[in-house]
């Protein structure tokens, strides 16, 4: 190694090391948007910065178009971006200029193509999509990423629509247009916009294939081998001082980018935080103040994929809000679903956006772990303690946090089909009377007996071998 390398490389180690010391300050700099400083607020938000450090590590050394892999993107060790507990979050740097290959293997898909599930054996996740998009919510640690053409999705594919082998195999071809004759599973990485007013065209390029394995089953389905090939790739060259300087730097920018990004969507765009934000619109008789985006102890009403959501799964609807729980409080949340999803999932997290929990705590329920009552609704009761009911969301000793309801659809019915949700606040020992009859009693050895299910579930879906 060259002296002059030896210095570049300290200097890029150096600045890496101011960059973290800045998403450092994010945990409890009021200026930077952090969630309240109480001693489990803090705490977190070291574990959460951490977690966004570890994936930024991996992205900056590893991260190749060129040579590309699938990562977990989220995953129970580096949580954020208010997570789906249900998920596999993958994703791969790709170029949409280049072609790549897609190659899976699942167990029994026959729920993908809308029949009844397997009576037994091993089911591949409830649902599996695949979107390829031109940037990476984040990164840039600005707000300004969210303005209107800043990025676009090239392509989405989700199980409804991937043809798959009778031995569970299937392949994707991911290019920038569909090939001639090529009539297998495909998706698009470039797409062109066109101002309808200007007539302006802009091209987007994709830059990751990313996607979610959504899991209902957690007893009986597992996740599918995935991996993904560029057409005409080579091996990689060794590390050089260069590229390892290159690198450095990247690490540092992309943990302060998400940590500063995260923060400030969630105290101005969520508008998690009352006290911090005065949210008023001018009219004729004066000022009137409306609810914030994430309403307290209430949810938004449902709505799809945008710049308000910060990007998310496109064939989703999303309701979400903030519980704020005394101890001897609870939230009822009574849910109507009038055209059936492919995915449904209640979710609480803490103000990180890092899911609660979910391996050791009822803190989430899908569609196959909630119960729906004799009327056909779905409730879910939100409480720091057992109130002994099936549907019951933990928060794990949280006063307050994110709660999140996501209802996936392949095609999205009309908004006037959409699904609703109504929340009311209770005193714990009014539960009860409050649910409708025929809620049955769960008891702890049942409780204990779901916690081993979702254990063992979790230590299948991250295992490393």
């Not at 450090?53 to 580096?78: K, T, V």
């Not at 209107?148 to 989700?158: E, I, K, N, Q, W």
């Not at 009778?166 to 698009?188: S, V, Y």
């Not at 560029?230 to 060794?238: D, E, F, I, L, S």
Request: glycine content about 8%.
């Amino acid at each position: 190694m060259t002296r002059d390398a030896k210095t570049e490389l300290r200097a890029a180690w150096d600045a890496m090391l101011a960059e973290l010391a800045r998403a450092r300050d994010a945990i409890d700099d009021p200026a930077l948007h952090p969630p309240p400083a109480t001693e489990r607020h803090l705490a977190e938000g070291y574990r959460y910065l951490l977690g966004h450090l570890s994936i930024a590590i991996e992205r900056a050394f590893f991260e190749d178009p060129a040579h590309p892999y699938f990562r977990q993107a989220i995953h129970a060790r580096a949580k954020s971006t208010i997570d789906n507990a249900d998920a596999i979050y993958f994703a791969a740097a790709i170029d949409g200029n280049a072609s790549y290959v897609v190659r899976g293997r699942a167990a029994d898909t026959r729920h993908w193509r809308g029949a009844a599930p397997a009576p037994s054996g091993r089911k591949a996740p409830q649902y599996l999509i695949f979107e390829c998009a031109s940037g990476y919510a984040g990164d840039s640690g600005s707000l300004a990423e969210l303005r209107p053409g800043s990025r676009a999705m090239t392509g989405s594919l989700d199980s409804s629509a991937i043809v798959v082998e009778p031995d569970g195999r299937f392949e994707i071809l991911l290019a920038p247009e569909r090939p001639a004759g090529h009539a297998g599973n495909f998706l698009a990485t470039k797409k062109v916009r066109v101002d309808k007013q200007s007539g302006a065209r802009t091209e987007y390029v994709g830059r990751f294939l990313s996607g979610r394995q959504l899991f209902h089953d957690w007893e009986r389905e597992d996740a599918v081998e995935l991996a993904i090939e560029r057409v005409g790739g080579a091996a990689p060259a060794p590390l050089d001082a260069a590229r390892a300087i290159e690198s450095l730097r990247r690490v540092g920018a992309l943990a302060r980018g998400q940590m500063l990004f995260w923060n400030e969507f969630y105290d101005v765009v969520l508008e998690t935080y009352p006290d911090r934000i005065r949210r008023s619109e001018p009219e004729a008789s004066g000022q009137v103040t409306r609810p914030a985006f994430m309403p307290r102890n209430a949810l938004n009403a449902p709505n799809a994929l945008g710049l308000a959501t910060g990007g998310g799964q496109s064939t989703n609807i999303y309701a979400g809000g903030v519980f704020e729980l005394a101890p001897d409080e609870a939230l009822l949340i009574e849910t109507r679903v009038p055209v059936p999803p492919s995915y449904i999932g209640c979710h609480l997290a803490n103000l990180w956006g890092e899911s609660l929990d979910f391996a050791n705590h009822q803190s989430s329920l899908n569609g196959h772990q909630a119960e729906r009552d004799a009327d056909g609704g779905l409730r879910y009761v939100i409480a720091h303690r057992d109130p002994g009911v099936p549907n019951w969301l933990d928060t794990t000793g949280h006063r307050e946090g994110f709660m999140a309801l996501r209802w996936a659809y392949t095609e999205k019915p009309p908004a006037s089909e959409w699904p609703t949700a109504r929340v009311e606040k209770l005193g714990f020992d009014a539960i009860r009377a409050h649910l409708p009859p025929g809620v049955r009693f769960v008891s702890p050895e049942e409780r204990r007996e779901r916690i081993r299910v979702r254990q063992a579930h979790v230590q299948r879906r991250y295992r490393a071998f």
